[in-house]
C-alpha cells in the first residue's frame, strides 16, 4: 500500500523564525493522524502547506503518486485535499450558500443571473449531508455564531470529497452536538479509505479520535505513536521536552469566595438569548458557565461587559454603578476576552505592543495622556515574558503569531491592566496544555487575590475542575446551579444540558 | 548566526521599503530641475511654486491623517479651504483685523470639520455621501459669497501688505514644521493618537477595548480641521485674493499625496504623519513636471489623466501588499 500524501524535508522560514526545520510526514490510507505539539511547534504550518494555504521554502510533496504543488487553498480543495483553518474561515457578508460555492459561483448561472434557489438547495444539502440540519442556505453568515459558522466550513470542505480532510484546532470552538457531527465525518473519511490530520490540543480528545500521533515540537517531527502506545504523559513530555505534573486543575474541592459581591446581574433579558437571568458574581471567586453553543452563555459574557444593551435588566457594579458600555465596563476594572479572537480581540495587523497597550495605557500614562516608549515598552515585555509569549519580539504583527500565542496576548492585554472582574468566553482556545496550565494557576492566583473571574466554556472538564459555582444554561435560562464538589459528575450536569 | 544575518537582511529590507517614498521624492526633484532645464525656464520660479503649493497640500493632509488612520476619508477638505478663506477675507475686509482673521478661519475649518464628523458619526450617514455633499455646498456658498462680493474682478482679496511681512520661505518652514510636529505628537505619544490608530485597524476589537468610536471620529475631525485652518491662511499669505477655484483639488490630491508617502489608505497602524509631508510635495512635484511635459504640447487635463494612473497603481502595489497579510490563520 501506498500513502496517499507523502510531505518529505519540508522547511519553512518566517525571516528570523524557523516554523519547520525539517519535516517529514505520511498519511496512509483510512488513517486519522493526530498532530500535537506546544503553541508555535509548526502544526498549522506544515498542514496548511499540505492544503495549500502557503508554499515551503524546501521539501518534496507526492499527493497520490503525483508531485503535489497546489496554487492555493481552492486549487487543493479541488484537486484532494480540503482543510478546516484554526480561526473563522468563513465571510461575513454574505448568505451561507455563497460561502459553500464561494468559488464556483458559474455553475449556478443561468444565462448570465445566479439562481440562488438551486444554490441554496445544494447548499442546505451539503449542510444536511453532514447532519447539519438548523442551518440554512439562504441564511446570512452574519446571523450565524461562531459554532455555526465552523459547521459551514466543513461542510463547504466534505462536499467536495477530498482524500484527505485536515482539522486545525477546531473542536475547541464546538460544543459537543458540533464535534459529534465532525467526528461522525472523521469516521466516514476512515471508513472510506480516505485520510484526516487532525490537530488538537485535547489530549483525550485526540487518543479517542486518532489511530496514529505525530508529536511536534520547534518545528520539528519528535516521536510518533500508534494507538497502543497512547499514554498520556509520554505524549506530553515528549510534547515539552520534559514531564509536566499530570493534572493542572485546582487541587482542593471545597468551593470558596468572598462576602463581597463583585458584580449583580439582574432580570436580563435580551431577545432569544437571555430569559431573565439573575446571577451575583463575588470578589474571589470563580464562577464556571457552560451549556451548549446556543444556551445564551455567549450573550451572557457580553451583556456583562456592556457590548451588548439587554432588552431589559441590568448589570451593576459592587458601587452601584450600572455598566452600560464597554468603557465604562473598564473604568470599573472589567476585562473581557472574546471568544472570536481573531475579530473582537485582537488587531491582527497590528503589532503585538499595540495590542496589549492599548488596554492598559491608563497605566502608564502620563496624566492619562502622554504615552512615553520608556514607560510602555517595559509594560508590554513584561507581558510577553510572564505570559511566554513566543515571538520575534514586541513589534512583531499579531497575525504572524500561532494560534495559541494570539491567546496570549490576549490574556497580557486584560490581565496586564489588573482587571478586576475578568470575563473569560473560551479563555483556553487553541492553547497548549504547558499554557493551559500556567493560564489555571494565573486564574487561581488571581482568585486569590480577590479577582472576580467569569469563565464562559464549552469544555465541560475545565469547568468543574476550576471554578468554584459551575452555573448551567439552556436556551436563555439558568437552569441549575452546582458547588464545587469531588462528587460532580460529567453525567448529572449534561442532564441540565440538553 | 545564519538567523541573526536573516533578520537583518529583513529589517534592511523593511527599511528600503519605508524610504522608497523618500526616494521617489528625491528622483521627483531631480526630474523637476531636469526638466525645467531642459526647456529653458527658470528654475527659482518653479521652486517658488513647487514650495508654496507643496506646503499648503502638506499641511491639509498631514491634518487629515488623522481622518484617514481610522480607514475614513474626507474629500470636502479642498472645499473647505476655500470656504474658510473667504470667510477670513470678509471678516478681514470689515474688522480689519488679523487676528480676528485668524481665528475666523481656524474656527470655520473647524466647524465644518465638526459638521461632517458629526453627520458621519452620529447620524451615521455613509461617509462617501456626506463627504461629497459638504463638498459641493461648502464650495457653493463659497463661490457665491465670492462672486457676489468680488464685482467684475470674480475674486475677493485682502491687500496683500497686510500679510506680506509672512510671505517668506522661513515663516512657512516653521509653520509647516510646528504643525508637523504637534501632529507627529499628538499621533505617536498621546493616548488620542494611538486609540485613533487603533480603532483604523479593527474597529470592532477597539469597541470592545473601550474606545468610544464616535468620540474620536470626531477628534480625527477637528485635527483635520486644523490642518485646514492652518492650509487656508497660508494660502492666503502666498496670494491674498481668493477665487472659486482657489484650493479646489485639494481634497482628491490630499488621498493621492497620502498614498504617494506611502500610507495604507485602509489606515490602521501603519499610517504615518510624514507620508503627508513627503506624498504631499512629490505629488506637486509630479504635478508641475506633468504640466510642464505634457500640457506645453498637448492637449490640457492629460497631466491628470497620467497622475490618476499612477495613483490606482501605487494603490494596487499597496494594497496587494496588504492582502497577502491576511491569511486566515
Ligand atoms: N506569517 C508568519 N510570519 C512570521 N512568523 C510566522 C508566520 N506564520 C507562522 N509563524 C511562526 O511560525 C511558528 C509556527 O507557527 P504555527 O502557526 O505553525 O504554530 P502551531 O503549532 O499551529 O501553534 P498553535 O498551537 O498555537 O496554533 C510560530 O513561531 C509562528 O510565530
Ligand atoms: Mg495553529
Given at each position: 500500500m501506498e500513502p496517499i500524501l507523502t510531505m518529505k524535508h519540508i522547511r519553512k522560514t518566517f525571516s528570523s523564525t524557523v516554523a519547520l526545520g525539517d519535516v517529514s510526514l505520511e498519511l496512509w490510507p483510512g488513517e486519522v493522524r493526530g498532530l500535537i505539539g506546544e503553541n508555535g511547534s509548526g502544526k498549522s504550518t506544515i498542514s496548511s502547506i499540505a492544503a495549500g494555504m502557503q508554499k515551503p521554502d524546501s521539501g518534496e510533496m507526492i499527493f497520490q503518486g503525483q508531485p503535489w504543488a497546489p496554487k492555493s487553498m481552492i486549487d487543493a480543495l479541488h484537486r484532494g485535499i480540503g482543510m478546516i483553518v484554526q480561526e473563522s474561515g468563513t465571510i461575513s457578508g454574505v448568505t451561507v450558500a455563497e460561502n459553500i460555492f464561494l468559488a464556483e459561483l458559474d455553475q449556478f448561472k443561468r444565462f448570465g443571473v445566479i439562481d440562488r434557489r438551486a444554490m441554496?438547495?445544494?447548499?442546505?444539502?451539503?449542510?444536511?449531508?453532514?447532519?447539519?440540519?438548523?442551518?440554512?442556505?439562504?441564511?446570512?453568515?452574519?446571523?450565524?455564531?461562531?459554532?455555526?459558522?465552523?459547521?459551514?466550513?466543513?461542510?463547504?470542505?466534505?462536499m467536495k470529497q477530498p482524500q484527505i480532510l485536515v482539522v486545525d484546532e477546531t473542536t475547541t470552538a464546538l460544543s459537543q452536538t458540533g464535534r459529534d457531527i465532525l467526528y461522525d465525518v472523521i469516521k466516514r473519511f476512515r471508513s472510506e479509505g480516505r485520510?484526516?490530520?487532525?490537530?488538537?490540543?485535547?489530549?483525550?480528545?485526540?487518543m479517542d479520535v486518532c489511530d496514529t500521533l505525530t508529536v511536534l515540537r520547534d518545528?520539528?517531527?519528535?516521536?510518533?505513536?500508534?494507538?497502543?502506545?497512547?499514554?498520556?504523559?509520554?505524549?506530553?513530555?515528549?510534547?515539552?521536552?520534559?514531564?509536566?505534573?499530570?493534572?493542572?486543575?485546582?487541587?482542593?474541592?471545597?468551593?470558596?469566595?468572598?462576602?463581597?459581591?463583585?458584580?449583580?446581574?439582574?432580570?436580563?433579558?435580551?431577545?432569544?438569548?437571555?430569559?431573565?437571568?439573575?446571577?451575583?458574581?463575588?470578589?474571589g471567586e470563580i464562577v464556571g458557565i457552560g451549556g451548549l453553543s446556543h444556551c445564551g452563555m455567549h450573550s451572557l459574557g457580553k451583556v456583562l461587559f456592556g457590548a451588548e444593551k439587554p432588552e431589559s435588566g441590568s448589570v451593576t457594579t459592587a458601587d452601584g454603578t450600572k455598566i452600560t458600555n464597554e468603557t465604562v465596563a473598564m473604568k470599573h476594572g472589567i476585562g473581557y476576552v472574546a471568544k472570536d479572537r481573531d475579530v473582537e480581540s485582537l488587531a491582527l495587523n497590528t503589532s503585538i505592543r499595540d495590542n496589549i497597550a492599548i488596554a492598559g495605557m491608563e497605566r502608564y500614562a502620563l496624566g492619562n495622556f502622554l504615552v512615553t516608549n520608556a514607560k510602555e515598552k517595559?509594560?508590554?515585555?513584561?507581558?510577553?515574558?510572564?505570559?511566554?509569549?513566543?515571538?520575534?519580539?514586541?513589534?512583531?504583527?499579531?497575525?504572524?503569531?500561532?494560534?495559541?500565542?494570539?491567546?496570549?496576548?490576549?490574556?497580557?492585554?486584560?490581565?496586564?491592566?489588573?482587571?478586576?472582574?475578568?470575563?473569560?468566553?473560551?479563555?483556553?482556545?487553541?492553547?497548549?496544555?504547558?499554557?493551559?496550565?500556567?493560564?489555571?494557576?494565573?486564574?487561581?492566583?488571581?482568585?486569590?487575590?480577590?479577582?472576580?473571574?467569569?469563565?464562559?466554556?464549552?469544555?465541560?472538564?475545565?469547568?468543574?475542575?476550576?471554578?468554584?459555582?459551575?452555573?448551567?444554561?439552556?436556551?436563555?435560562?439558568?437552569?441549575?446551579?452546582?458547588?464545587?464538589s469531588e462528587s460532580l459528575s460529567d453525567a448529572e450536569i449534561i442532564k441540565y444540558m440538553i | 548566526m545564519a538567523q541573526t544575518n536573516l533578520a537583518k537582511k529583513n529589517r534592511t529590507r523593511e527599511l528600503l521599503v519605508a524610504l522608497l517614498p523618500v526616494a521617489a521624492l528625491l528622483v521627483l526633484f531631480g526630474a523637476l530641475c531636469l526638466t525645467v532645464n531642459l526647456k529653458g525656464y527658470r528654475l527659482d520660479m518653479y521652486l517658488k511654486i513647487v514650495f508654496n503649493e507643496g506646503v499648503v497640500l502638506a499641511v491639509v493632509a498631514t491634518g487629515a491623517i488623522f481622518i484617514y488612520s481610522l480607514g475614513s476619508f474626507d474629500i470636502s477638505l479642498g472645499a473647505s479651504t476655500?470656504?474658510?478663506a473667504a470667510i477670513?477675507?470678509?471678516?478681514?475686509?470689515?474688522?480689519?483685523?488679523?487676528?480676528?482673521?485668524?481665528?475666523?478661519?481656524?474656527g470655520v475649518a473647524i466647524?465644518?470639520?465638526?459638521?461632517?464628523?458629526?453627520l458621519a458619526s452620529v447620524f451615521h450617514i455613509p461617509v462617501f455621501v456626506t463627504t461629497v455633499a459638504m463638498m459641493s455646498v461648502l464650495s457653493a456658498v463659497a463661490a457665491q459669497i465670492i462672486t457676489a462680493n468680488g464685482g467684475a474682478l470674480g475674486g475677493i482679496g485682502i491687500p496683500a501688505t497686510v500679510v506680506a511681512p509672512l510671505d517668506n520661505v522661513p515663516f512657512k518652514l516653521i509653520a509647516l514644521l510646528v504643525f508637523t510636529l504637534i501632529c507627529v505628537f499628538v499621533f505617536d505619544f498621546t493616548k488620542i493618537?494611538?486609540?485613533?490608530?487603533?480603532?483604523?485597524?479593527?474597529?470592532?476589537?477597539?469597541?470592545?477595548?473601550?474606545?468610544?468610536?464616535?468620540?474620536?471620529?470626531?477628534?480625527?475631525?477637528?485635527?483635520?480641521?486644523?490642518?485646514?485652518?492652518?492650509?487656508?491662511?497660508?494660502?492666503?499669505?502666498?496670494?491674498?485674493?481668493?477665487?472659486?477655484?482657489?484650493?479646489?483639488?485639494?481634497?482628491?490630491?490630499?488621498?493621492?499625496?497620502?498614498?504617494?508617502?506611502?500610507?495604507?489608505i485602509s489606515g490602521g497602524s501603519r499610517s504615518r504623519i510624514y507620508a503627508a509631508l513627503v506624498g504631499g510635495f512629490s505629488y506637486i512635484l509630479l504635478n508641475n513636471i506633468l504640466k510642464i511635459v505634457i500640457d506645453s504640447g498637448a492637449g490640457y487635463g492629460i497631466s491628470q489623466i497620467v497622475s490618476a494612473v499612477f495613483f490606482l497603481a501605487v494603490v494596487y502595489v499597496t494594497s496587494m501588499n496588504y492582502r497577502t497579510k491576511l491569511l486566515p490563520r
Amino acid at each position: 500500500m501506498e500513502p496517499i500524501l507523502t510531505m518529505k524535508h519540508i522547511r519553512k522560514t518566517f525571516s528570523s523564525t524557523v516554523a519547520l526545520g525539517d519535516v517529514s510526514l505520511e498519511l496512509w490510507p483510512g488513517e486519522v493522524r493526530g498532530l500535537i505539539g506546544e503553541n508555535g511547534s509548526g502544526k498549522s504550518t506544515i498542514s496548511s502547506i499540505a492544503a495549500g494555504m502557503q508554499k515551503p521554502d524546501s521539501g518534496e510533496m507526492i499527493f497520490q503518486g503525483q508531485p503535489w504543488a497546489p496554487k492555493s487553498m481552492i486549487d487543493a480543495l479541488h484537486r484532494g485535499i480540503g482543510m478546516i483553518v484554526q480561526e473563522s474561515g468563513t465571510i461575513s457578508g454574505v448568505t451561507v450558500a455563497e460561502n459553500i460555492f464561494l468559488a464556483e459561483l458559474d455553475q449556478f448561472k443561468r444565462f448570465g443571473v445566479i439562481d440562488r434557489r438551486a444554490m441554496n438547495r445544494k447548499a442546505d444539502e451539503a449542510l444536511a449531508g453532514i447532519g447539519v440540519k438548523d442551518v440554512q442556505g439562504s441564511t446570512p453568515l452574519a446571523a450565524l455564531d461562531f459554532q455555526a459558522r465552523k459547521l459551514v466550513e466543513i461542510a463547504k470542505v466534505v462536499m467536495k470529497q477530498p482524500q484527505i480532510l485536515v482539522v486545525d484546532e477546531t473542536t475547541t470552538a464546538l460544543s459537543q452536538t458540533g464535534r459529534d457531527i465532525l467526528y461522525d465525518v472523521i469516521k466516514r473519511f476512515r471508513s472510506e479509505g480516505r485520510a484526516v490530520l487532525f490537530i488538537s490540543h485535547d489530549l483525550e480528545e485526540i487518543m479517542d479520535v486518532c489511530d496514529t500521533l505525530t508529536v511536534l515540537r520547534d518545528g520539528a517531527r519528535i516521536r510518533d505513536f500508534k494507538k497502543e502506545e497512547f499514554e498520556p504523559d509520554a505524549i506530553r513530555t515528549s510534547m515539552i521536552g520534559r514531564e509536566l505534573q499530570g493534572d493542572y486543575y485546582r487541587s482542593d474541592f471545597t468551593p470558596s469566595r468572598l462576602e463581597e459581591i463583585a458584580l449583580k446581574a439582574r432580570h436580563l433579558q435580551s431577545g432569544g438569548a437571555l430569559k431573565d437571568v439573575s446571577i451575583d458574581f463575588h470578589k474571589g471567586e470563580i464562577v464556571g458557565i457552560g451549556g451548549l453553543s446556543h444556551c445564551g452563555m455567549h450573550s451572557l459574557g457580553k451583556v456583562l461587559f456592556g457590548a451588548e444593551k439587554p432588552e431589559s435588566g441590568s448589570v451593576t457594579t459592587a458601587d452601584g454603578t450600572k455598566i452600560t458600555n464597554e468603557t465604562v465596563a473598564m473604568k470599573h476594572g472589567i476585562g473581557y476576552v472574546a471568544k472570536d479572537r481573531d475579530v473582537e480581540s485582537l488587531a491582527l495587523n497590528t503589532s503585538i505592543r499595540d495590542n496589549i497597550a492599548i488596554a492598559g495605557m491608563e497605566r502608564y500614562a502620563l496624566g492619562n495622556f502622554l504615552v512615553t516608549n520608556a514607560k510602555e515598552k517595559p509594560y508590554v515585555d513584561r507581558q510577553i515574558e510572564s505570559l511566554s509569549i513566543k515571538c520575534a519580539g514586541r513589534d512583531q504583527l499579531v497575525s504572524q503569531l500561532s494560534g495559541g500565542n494570539k491567546q496570549k496576548v490576549v490574556f497580557g492585554k486584560w490581565i496586564g491592566r489588573g482587571s478586576e472582574i475578568l470575563i473569560l468566553d473560551c479563555p483556553t482556545r487553541g492553547v497548549d496544555i504547558g499554557v493551559k496550565k500556567a493560564m489555571y494557576e494565573l486564574m487561581t492566583s488571581l482568585k486569590k487575590e480577590g479577582k472576580a473571574i467569569i469563565m464562559i466554556s464549552e469544555e465541560l472538564p475545565e469547568l468543574m475542575g476550576m471554578a468554584d459555582r459551575l452555573i448551567i444554561m439552556k436556551d436563555g435560562v439558568v437552569m441549575k446551579e452546582f458547588p464545587r464538589s469531588e462528587s460532580l459528575s460529567d453525567a448529572e450536569i449534561i442532564k441540565y444540558m440538553i | 548566526m545564519a538567523q541573526t544575518n536573516l533578520a537583518k537582511k529583513n529589517r534592511t529590507r523593511e527599511l528600503l521599503v519605508a524610504l522608497l517614498p523618500v526616494a521617489a521624492l528625491l528622483v521627483l526633484f531631480g526630474a523637476l530641475c531636469l526638466t525645467v532645464n531642459l526647456k529653458g525656464y527658470r528654475l527659482d520660479m518653479y521652486l517658488k511654486i513647487v514650495f508654496n503649493e507643496g506646503v499648503v497640500l502638506a499641511v491639509v493632509a498631514t491634518g487629515a491623517i488623522f481622518i484617514y488612520s481610522l480607514g475614513s476619508f474626507d474629500i470636502s477638505l479642498g472645499a473647505s479651504t476655500l470656504f474658510s478663506a473667504a470667510i477670513g477675507v470678509m471678516v478681514y475686509n470689515s474688522t480689519q483685523s488679523l487676528p480676528l482673521m485668524i481665528c475666523t478661519i481656524f474656527g470655520v475649518a473647524i466647524g465644518c470639520s465638526l459638521l461632517s464628523s458629526v453627520l458621519a458619526s452620529v447620524f451615521h450617514i455613509p461617509v462617501f455621501v456626506t463627504t461629497v455633499a459638504m463638498m459641493s455646498v461648502l464650495s457653493a456658498v463659497a463661490a457665491q459669497i465670492i462672486t457676489a462680493n468680488g464685482g467684475a474682478l470674480g475674486g475677493i482679496g485682502i491687500p496683500a501688505t497686510v500679510v506680506a511681512p509672512l510671505d517668506n520661505v522661513p515663516f512657512k518652514l516653521i509653520a509647516l514644521l510646528v504643525f508637523t510636529l504637534i501632529c507627529v505628537f499628538v499621533f505617536d505619544f498621546t493616548k488620542i493618537g494611538r486609540r485613533l490608530k487603533f480603532l483604523g485597524s479593527n474597529p470592532v476589537c477597539a469597541k470592545l477595548s473601550g474606545i468610544k468610536v464616535n468620540v474620536y471620529a470626531i477628534v480625527a475631525f477637528v485635527m483635520a480641521g486644523l490642518g485646514v485652518g492652518l492650509g487656508a491662511f497660508l494660502t492666503l499669505v502666498y496670494t491674498p485674493s481668493v477665487t472659486p477655484t482657489t484650493a479646489g483639488s485639494i481634497g482628491m490630491n490630499i488621498l493621492v499625496a497620502i498614498v504617494f508617502g506611502g500610507m495604507p489608505i485602509s489606515g490602521g497602524s501603519r499610517s504615518r504623519i510624514y507620508a503627508a509631508l513627503v506624498g504631499g510635495f512629490s505629488y506637486i512635484l509630479l504635478n508641475n513636471i506633468l504640466k510642464i511635459v505634457i500640457d506645453s504640447g498637448a492637449g490640457y487635463g492629460i497631466s491628470q489623466i497620467v497622475s490618476a494612473v499612477f495613483f490606482l497603481a501605487v494603490v494596487y502595489v499597496t494594497s496587494m501588499n496588504y492582502r497577502t497579510k491576511l491569511l486566515p490563520r
